[in-house]
């Protein structure tokens, strides 16, 4: 089993930064595909971010790309997430991933293709 707990989420004003970290715990996650999603209420969760296992390939959602870096050290199995420029519809609660596919081409984009999900953070941005 392994526990995923995220934190740094925030209230902050539009342009802010902030970093969110994702803990993980059970095993070493060094071998996994870890992702972010997002969600806000009446909406599906949506992928944000998603990292190979030794950080050498990132894919973003497009409403992300040049203002969120996603990144990891194996060393201390922890996953963050960059957030620059931050804008009132990044507004959500955040969610840290871990993929159950092994060895695909693509970055998993699908909430069904994660098997384990932190409890979210919220991150709010205020105009």
């Known amino acids: 089993q392994v526990q995923l707990v995220e934190s740094g989420g925030g209230l902050v004003q539009a342009g802010d930064s902030l970093r969110l970290s994702c803990a993980a715990s059970g095993r070493a996650v060094s071998t996994d595909i870890m992702g972010w999603f997002r969600q806000t209420p009446g909406k599906d969760r949506e992928f944000v971010a998603g990292?190979?296992?030794?950080?050498?390939?990132?894919n973003y959602a497009d409403a992300v790309k040049g203002r969120f870096t996603i990144s990891r050290d194996n060393t201390k199995n922890m996953v963050y997430l960059q957030m620059d420029s931050l804008k009132p519809g990044d507004t959500a609660i955040y969610y840290c991933?871990?993929?159950?596919?092994?060895?695909?081409?693509?970055?998993?984009?699908?909430?069904?293709?994660?098997?384990?999900w932190g409890q979210g953070t919220q991150v709010t941005v205020s105009s």
């Open positions: 991933a871990l993929s159950w596919k092994l060895r695909v081409v693509t970055i998993p984009v699908m909430p069904n293709e994660y098997g384990y």
């Open positions: 990292i190979t296992w030794n950080g050498s390939r990132t």
